[in-house]
């Protein structure tokens, strides 16, 4: 079963390979670099710590995409141990990948931390729609490059949101608590 598994996740990702394009190669390899060690998530959401309306949206991304570290690269990936797909493909990737070891994917587990988060608090709604489109793209953007299995970047996007959602709901259980205890006629510090 495993064996039949790796074997399609395998035959997908090659491919995914044919459709390359000469125009699209330099972009998508431009944006998944973005998502090196959570960059892109990480600034985004220290930018929004610094405003007051999206202050919520970025400290929460920043514990999601904290716990998401833990979780894919301090556990899972070492215990795992799957190599990365050019070494068992005929695939030559478009970026370098120092890690050796391919599941989850980190990259797209940070990006659905974050994006889950921000899909959830950012006050504009093209902002929530923009949040869930960069995290799939930075998904999509992995097997695009060949440095991904489609089960890691899937693995990486359900780790992400699963994060996201603790991340939320212990936000939404302290804020529960605090008000009852400031009881109701308390003066909010927000």
Known sequence: MLETLQQLDGSLLLWIQTLHLSW??????AFTSLGN???????LSLVMVCWKPTRKAGILALLAMGLGLLVTNVTIKPLVERARPWLDLPITPLVVENDPHSF?????????AAGMIWQRTLP????????VVLAVCMGLSRLYVGVHYPTDVLAGAV????????VWELSNHWARRRRKLNGPGAVSNQ
């Open 37 to 43: 060690a959570g960059m892109l998530w990480i600034v």
């Open 159 to 166: 780790i992400g949101y699963l994060c996201a959602r603790i």
């Open 104 to 112: 989850p994917s980190g990259h797209t587990c940070a990006a659905f």
């Open 124 to 131: 504009w709604s093209w902002g929530r729609d923009l949040a």
């Open 24 to 29: 699209l190669d330099p972009v998508v390899a």
